[in-house]
């Protein structure tokens, strides 16, 4: 084996290996979502949440098992793994590229797809159902928001228009210290004192960490997807490489 197999070889270990990396990490998500943000079950609904979980968690176990074969094909000198490492890559490639390109056409029906959701679970849902009305008590004080996009959502909610409020207008998670409850709740939603609430909404405080952080979020992805091409002109150099060695024996 000559010095530019060698190399060859070694570029395509190292990007395959990042790859396999990016797999683990999808799949650390899916571990992180499943256990420590299980109240977005119980706001958008287990079928909901399970699909976009399961989702994940088979993106990443297909970049891991596609990053097991191409080391497996580079090791064992083998086509078919190879060519199997290529062609599966460039498919989640391409659906990579394909989801992007929807979520940046779309994102303003995500948006509002998302509120939709997150405002039925605060009229129908809270106060009535253990899940939902926990799920939105962590959610307010994990993010330090109120409501869906503003604390006024909660005027519309079934649970502040029936006896259980107490005259509360808003849930005591909405407090900015809970120690001023009943103070910052009391009362109806023009006559409470906003100053004691969280003034954004949770959808708010999301849409905005997204866009804080959106330098970072397109810069990892763009990474990820050179990673990934690079990866593939490694692979199929390999192949050819390999297939030439073949073709002196």
Known sequence: MGLGMGLIRLLFF??????????LAILGVC???????????DLLGS????????????????ICLVGFFGCCGALR???????????????????????AILAWIYHDL????????LQRSIDYRYGYRYAHTRG?????????????????????????????????????????????FPACTRGTIKANNPDMLWQDGCLTSMIQWVQYNLEVIIGLA?????????????AC????????????V
């Not at 083998?78 to 599966?88: A, E, N, P, R």
């Not at 995500?110 to 959701?117: A, K, Q």
């Not at 990934?228 to 490694?234: A, G, K, N, P, T």
């Open 47 to 62: 079928e909901m949440f399970e699909a976009v979980l399961y989702t994940l968690l088979i993106c990443g176990a297909v």
């Open 136 to 180: 939105w008590d962590q959610l307010q004080r994990n993010y330090q928001c109120c409501g869906s996009k503003t604390y006024k959502d909660w005027q519309t909610s079934r649970w502040y228009l029936s006896d259980q409020t107490q005259h509360q207008a808003v849930p005591r998670a909405c407090c900015e210290k809970e120690s001023d």
């Open 77 to 99: 000198e083998s086509k078919c793994l190879l060519g199997t490492y290529f062609v599966t890559m460039l498919i989640v490639l391409i659906l990579q590229c394909v989801l």
């Open 14 to 23: 190292i990007f395959t290996f990042i790859v396999w990396i990016c797999g």
């Open 31 to 41: 571990i992180w979502l499943a256990i420590d943000q299980h109240y977005f079950q």
């Open 237 to 248: 150099c390999l192949y050819q490489r390999i297939e030439k060695e073949a073709s002196y």
């Open 110 to 117: 995500l948006i509002w797809w998302l509120h939709f959701f």
């Open 222 to 234: 763009l990474a990820v997807a050179i990673v990934e091409v690079f990866s593939l002109i490694f």
